[in-house]
Antibody, heavy 118, light 106 residues
Framework: QVQLQESGPGLVKPSQTLSLTCTVS??????????WSWIRQTAGKGLEWIGR???????NYSPSLGSRVTISLDTSKNQFSLKLSSVTAADTAVYYC??????????WGQGTLVTVSS | DIQMTQSPSTLSASVGDRVIITCRAS??????LAWYQQKPGKAPQLLIY???SLESGVPSRFSGSGSGTEFTLTISSLQPDDFATYYC????????FGQGTKVEIK
């Protein structure tokens, strides 16, 4: 059973960079079994895929967010991270990390609310 | 972008009812579709993948069907634990979710 736990600031100021970490247990992020993904959920837009990273170094980002997003893996800590730059109120959401196995999301973190406000 | 449209948005049903939720894709996605259940304050939970494959541990009253652009999630006999919001998700071209169907108590 893979377990994931998001962590990071719950409040970010507009124009700053949102940074979140996902700590993984029950699997190594170096595995070739999963991609490691970030998904967010808002009341207005629902569930939105942000991007994913793979142990090979491959990363894929949502075209609508692409240039603002960076996802990276830290194999020494068995964690992966999300950075979203130049945030606005529209980036206020519950952020989830999840495993991506051939495209669907089998294991999810509990989610963390990030509010963008001054 | 591939758009996913679920219907209905809200469904009122009673325990024991057969429930059917529909998901339509804006273009063909073959069978690259998953279904999730989400309860308030919790993360979505995978129910079905590849349109009709039941995730391990998910009760057999849940089933999925369809291919191309039209898909359904069926709950054969609604149980008290099934009142929740359900989402479809395509993974044929990037990843997009439907807007959700809330199953509420009638």
């Amino acid at each position: 059973q893979v377990q994931l736990q998001e962590s990071g600031p719950g409040l970010v100021k507009p124009s700053q960079t949102l940074s979140l970490t996902c700590t993984v247990s029950g699997a190594s992020i170096s595995t070739d079994r999963y991609y490691w993904s970030w998904i967010r959920q808002t009341a207005g837009k629902g569930l939105e895929w942000i991007g994913r990273a793979y142990s090979s170094g491959t990363v894929n980002y949502s075209p609508s967010l692409g240039s603002r997003v960076t996802i990276s893996l830290d194999t020494s800590k068995n964690q992966f991270s999300l950075k979203l730059s130049s945030v606005t109120a529209a980036d206020t959401a519950v952020y989830y990390c999840a495993t991506d196995y051939t495209g669907y999301f089998g294991f999810w973190g509990q989610g963390t609310l990030v509010t963008v406000s001054s | 972008d591939i758009q996913m449209t679920q219907s209905p948005s809200t469904l009122s049903a009673s325990v024991g009812d057969r429930v059917i939720i529909t998901c339509r894709a804006s273009q063909s996605i073959s069978s690259w579709l998953a279904w999730y259940q989400q309860k308030p304050g919790k993360a979505p939970q995978l129910l079905i993948y590849k349109a009709s494959s039941l995730e391990s541990g998910v009760p057999s009253r849940f089933s999925g069907s369809g291919s191309g652009t039209e898909f359904t999630l069926t709950i054969s006999s609604l149980q008290p634990d099934d009142f929740a919001t359900y989402y479809c998700q395509q993974y044929n071209n990037y990843w997009t979710f439907g807007q959700g169907t809330k199953v509420e108590i009638k």
